[in-house]
């Protein structure tokens, strides 16, 4: 299961909180980049894109 990095909602949660890429809701979350194995993490923001059939 993949993850990905929201930004925090609470004071006590450091820089970020990783959550299941499915519990993503951007109504919610603020997305940060995507965690990948593959390459290191940033600290770069990025915009969350609401896909087909989402409101």
Same mark, same amino acid.
């Given at each position: 299961? #993949?993850?990905?990095?929201?930004?925090?909602?609470?004071?006590?949660?450091?820089?970020?909180?990783?959550? #299941?890429?499915?519990?993503?809701?951007?109504?919610?979350? @603020?997305?940060? @980049?995507?965690?990948?194995?593959?390459?290191?993490?940033?600290?770069?923001?990025?915009?969350? @894109?609401?896909?087909?059939?989402?409101?």
């Amino acid at each position: 299961m #993949n993850t990905v990095k929201v930004k925090p909602w609470g004071k006590d949660q450091g820089e970020f909180v990783l959550i #299941n890429e499915d519990d993503f809701d951007p109504k919610a979350h @603020e997305l940060l @980049e995507p965690v990948s194995k593959d390459r290191p993490s940033s600290r770069r923001t990025v915009k969350a @894109e609401v896909g087909e059939g989402a409101e």
